[in-house]
Nanobody
Framework: QVQLVESGGGLVQAGGALRLSCAAS????????MGWYRQAPGKQRELVAS???????NYADSVNGRFTISRDNAKNTVYLQMNSLKPEDTAVYYC???????????WGQGTLVTVSS
């Protein structure tokens, strides 16, 4: 059974930092592209950052320069380092895994990040 388990969320003040982790199991991690999405109250889920099986990264304009996505295939884990956090970063952050030719996308349950002013 495929499982993605996010951790690392919490409450921080503006300007602070958090590192989110997503531990994957039940899949061949190395052949899945990974991504971090977030959903703020009243808004649609949006892509924050993604990383391909080859290690190429992509970031939303709103987080570019502040967030860094990375993966450790030996640990079946993807990370999101979030620096210089802003109140507008407040959201539930979700981990996503997908194969290039795969129809099914796998999602974690999410971890809440709250950034106070």
């Amino acid at each position: 059974q495929v499982q993605l388990v996010e951790s690392g969320g919490g409450l921080v003040q503006a300007g602070g930092a958090l590192r989110l982790s997503c531990a994957a199991s039940g899949l061949i991690f190395s052949i899945h592209a990974m991504g971090w999405y977030r959903q703020a109250p009243g808004k649609q889920r949006e892509l924050v950052a993604s990383i391909t099986i080859g290690g190429s990264t992509n970031y939303a304009d709103s987080v570019n320069g502040r967030f860094t996505i990375s993966r450790d295939n030996a640990k079946n884990t993807v990370y999101l380092q979030m620096n210089s956090l802003k109140p507008e970063d407040t959201a539930v952050y979700y981990c996503n895994a997908r194969r290039v030719a795969g129809i099914v996308a796998h999602w974690g349950q999410g971890t809440l990040v709250t950034v106070s002013s």
